[in-house]
């Protein structure tokens, strides 16, 4: 019984710890949040050089202020249509921590929606879509407003080889 408890405490640890204050955007008219402490900046559209030998979803690089930052489309990452960038269209730059050690990164998103405090309460966890598909990425799902938005877990977007082919990029 013993093992049982702890593994229930456990459990109830994982959820406590996902509550806090979420930067929701938006994809393909669906809601996504990253924790905001991940966030370093949000920036406009500007010029991204495309870098050869890169997969589809990896745009680029940009230069903000003197930093060459490796920019990815989360619409081609989820395997989303591609949208035409509008005056909506922006950049998250975020900090991710992989085996390759702390990258900053561009995200393009279709829009930025607000900052969001959550509780535990409010997440749930990933449904299970069976063994093949994975969705070690999706932090939890959060109920607000009779909607669902899906929380993003970024550290776990991009699979250690990819992070590692944007290392090489930059």
């Known amino acids: 019984m013993g093992e049982w408890l702890e593994g229930q405490d456990q459990k109830k ?8 204050k979420y930067l929701t955007f938006t994809l393909a008219d669906e809601e996504y949040g990253i924790v905001i402490l991940k966030v370093k900046e949000i920036i406009g559209m500007m010029p991204i ?3 050869p030998q890169t997969p589809e979803f990896v745009k680029g690089v940009i230069n903000l202020r003197g930093k060459v930052i490796p920019v990815v489309d989360l619409r081609l990452k989820f395997g989303m249509d591609h949208a035409g960038y509008s005056e909506r269209t922006c950049i998250i730059v ?3 921590v992989g085996e390759v050690g702390s990258i900053m990164m561009g995200t393009v998103v279709d829009s930025v929606s607000e900052v969001i405090h959550l509780k535990n309460e409010d997440i749930e966890e990933t449904p299970t879509f069976g063994t093949r598909l994975n969705t070690s990425y999706i932090r939890g799902m959060a109920k607000m407003d009779g909607r669902v938005k899906i929380l993003l877990d970024i550290d776990k977007v991009l699979t250690s080889q990819e992070l590692s082919l944007l290392d090489k990029a930059v």
């Open 13 to 20: 640890k994982a959820t406590v710890d996902k509550g806090g």
């Open 49 to 51: 050089t495309p870098v």
């Open 94 to 96: 975020v900090e991710i």
